[in-house]
């Protein structure tokens, strides 16, 4: 292109004479949001890009490579997987193989009605079909891309699954299905994966319909230390890449956008530690409502009232709350002693009693006790890495661990007291938790002690709403309700699969399922 | 403009050349989803351009003529007012002189700790801030421009509220509010008000950061027979309006929008009623979201558990089951005859539970029953309305009831018998209603007949989420965080307010004075 017709073009703006003939273009045509084609000039081609390395962008990734495509993937941060690599590793499959090994009887039924619960009913219930339907084959693909499972013992049964019907990966890790996933990419030709490169904008075609390609920044540095690194991050150089087949965005959640996630639940101070990596921001979501697709369930974020705030991310407080404190013991406001929550309600439950503590005090953070008893077996390893970290601290009487957290020692007695009392007297105490004397024992909190406890605060985690796609993982558009030209998404940055609370072990099933889902009919 | 820059801009189209100089652009200065200046010839040009004639919009109008802008209001429906002549007229004013003159007590921050407990916690303070600071201003300019209030007798004290605090409009209707406010606006200089006249499309400045218009349909012909009427519907004759200052978006909520709203909750059914007029669509919320607006609690749609298949729109059957059958009586679910939720639970609650019914069958509507002394006495008259429409019927016997509605008779029989015994021995019954003896008898269902019944079903009533506004009005970019220049909004085509849930007679409140700030601010 020579410098004339640059300055043509330049000189026609100046004029004010461009435009009358897009006057008589219709709607349709209108100029997109994003730069449109004969707004760039492409650096490089590719048939599809890829915006995210987790399990979703990965599959999305593998699949297209599988067909003989030219595939690129563009991750913004400097290490790839995203959240997938730091998730526990279970993955949900209704009605598999391995249940009907151990006479364990499901159906994809059962699993639709465990998500509808979960999820308030409002969860779209032809993903879920979707997802059901293709799980086994997700998996299927994983071990071909050389993942590993524990497939040597019984599924597991987490939380709000009427049944088990979860496999974890060997190093019960996401970690597990990312790494050799990301190799099985990158040893097929003509595919690449490029690190600290960041999506900035969409290409359309002329016409506004369809997306062409992406415009990014190679050599981008996130920084966490700024309140939107999308918005203020300009790091990196300019590049701007064709995807003749079309472009699969598997950005992931915006647990970690301070902006976004502000405007959606006002209660989540702007330092809130969460469960995920710096890097679950908003910005291509944004971008991608700005070409037409259409936002869904934006506004559920599920916070693990599990979490403390005596460590970073998901840390050792989930499981030594969930399979202890929480379980057999207490959660108290420090500020009067007393319960404030069922201690094994839903996670939204828990963490709006929470919240209620929190905005009147910021730094009031309540405090889960036990006893030893207060501890199922299986998290007695976990309790010695948080009792090693101070997470977990352990007091000889109620005094002193009332005299650390700054609880008025009389009202806490009394409150333990109290529960002691309920357990033994009844199968369902003030709050309405299940406390089975059998179980709980006659003292439920031993009074002779040593006392366990450990600070609470609510830590969002997963963010459920997103761009809306169909089952072939084409996202939607406002303006004609029919999948966008080029299009496809699939993961976290979804929205509708799980409604309003996404099940555990689900995530990697829908990730990985609507990826390859997206490689497939790309 | 002459024919020949029209051909010298399609004939660089055509051979390539244009957009090379584009390219160079920055990212900020990327052509708009909507068309842009340089893309459109205005027709007309105003200073400010209000869409929609509803609380929001014709106060945002009023405001703006007011400070003598020249005004243009886009109406797409036939008449006047959208859903706000429809409302029943009742308006929150936090701490207002009626209440000190009745000796009532109340605080901003009663009404701040009212909403957000409805809210769930997640509504935006400063925009409820805004609202409490500035009701008695909008009551006063609603005045101003001739509405008339109730004034002579003490405010009242609508649901949820923990005071009396709503005033009421003579005529008991938003058109109240809506006539004189039109009225006032057209008759000042240099205003005019359009119906039939569709908003397309923002126009925007050439460097794609600033609002600058719209495009637009005149005559217009809404078409309620349509899936999308946004999408599908092509009358009208274009218009491009320029707006100088800017253009204010005051276009409602979506509960109508059988594709929006079943996004966000897939359990209403296309042929769903509504408390909404026929135009409460999300095609100019869609709008704003391809130019950077936020959205904000899009997925909370308040739906009525009180309403009723068998009438349009609100009716009557809210009346005569929140002072009736549901509060005395009982609802249960045909099929078996037994109750399933306490009747009196939250909005929320009891819509969910009538759709786990009818999501197994769709025309299962749940029954609600009493006998005479079911009814409040300030219902009669409503109850009256209703059984001559025959939205409520009167049997003389449980069977005959039971025949009707098709209910097993003899399970109908044992749940009234056990409702009317939890009533005599508990102040609470096995759903959690507070039913106190001393109110609702000995026999809150009397054997001897004759009874009232009704049928209900869910109707999508309000919809939360919107776009994010600042307290000036001003729509907040993705892109910046910053306001969009010359891009105002309020009403309910706006987030965040609200939380989760608006209580009852704040709508007026935050749409007058939203407008009323759009309009003072533009």
Known sequence: ????????????????????????????????????????????????????????????????????????????????????????????????????????EDSNEKFYADCLKAGLGINHVEMLELIAKRAFDAFDFAVKCGAQFQDDKPPLQFGGHSVARSVVTKNASGSGIIQPMAAFVEKLPGCKLVTRAKMDDFVMSNDGTTVIGVTARINY????????????????????????????????????DKMFRKMQDPRIPDDADTTNHDGATAGALLKAFQIGALPVHIDWIQQGPWASPDERGFGTSPHVTQGGTFKYGISVDVRNGKRFMNEMADRKTRADAQYVILRQDPKAYPVSLGTYNSFDQNVIETLDKALASGVMKKFDTLDALAANYKIPADALKATVKKYNEDVKNSVVDEFKKQTLPEIYGKEAIEMKGPF???????????????????????????????????????????????????????????????????????
């Open 221 to 256: 540095r996130f920084d966490n230390k700024l309140y939107s690194d999308d918005i203020e991050n300009k790091t990196g150089e300019k590049k701007v890449y064709r995807a003749k087949k079309g472009v699969i965005l598997a950005s992931g959640g915006f647990a970690m």
């Open 452 to 522: 366990y406890a450990s600070r609470q605060m609510p830590k969002p985690h997963h963010t459920m709403g997103g761009l809306k796609i169909n089952t072939k993982a084409q996202v939607i558009s406002a303006n004609t309700n029919k999948p966008i030209p080029g299009f496809f998404a699939a993961g976290e940055v979804t929205g509708g699969t799980h409604g309003a609370s996404r099940l555990g072990s689900c995530a990697i099933t829908d990730c990985l399922v609507c990826g390859m889902v997206a490689g497939e009919n790309i």
């Open 1 to 104: 292109m020579s410098q004339e017709t640059i300055m043509s073009r330049r000189d026609a703006l100046k004029l004010g004479f461009v435009g009358a003939g897009a006057a008589m273009l219709s709607a349709s045509q209108a100029m997109a949001a994003a730069p449109t084609e004969k707004d760039v000039k492409f650096d490089e081609e590719y048939d599809v890009i890829v915006i995210g390395s987790g399990f979703a962008g990965l599959a999305a990734a593998a699949k297209s490579a599988e067909r003989g495509y030219k595939v690129l993937i563009l991750e913004k941060m400097g290490r790839v997987g995203g959240n997938s690599v730091i998730n526990g590793g279970g993955m949900a499959i209704p009605n598999n193989p391995l249940q009907k090994k151990y006479g364990i």
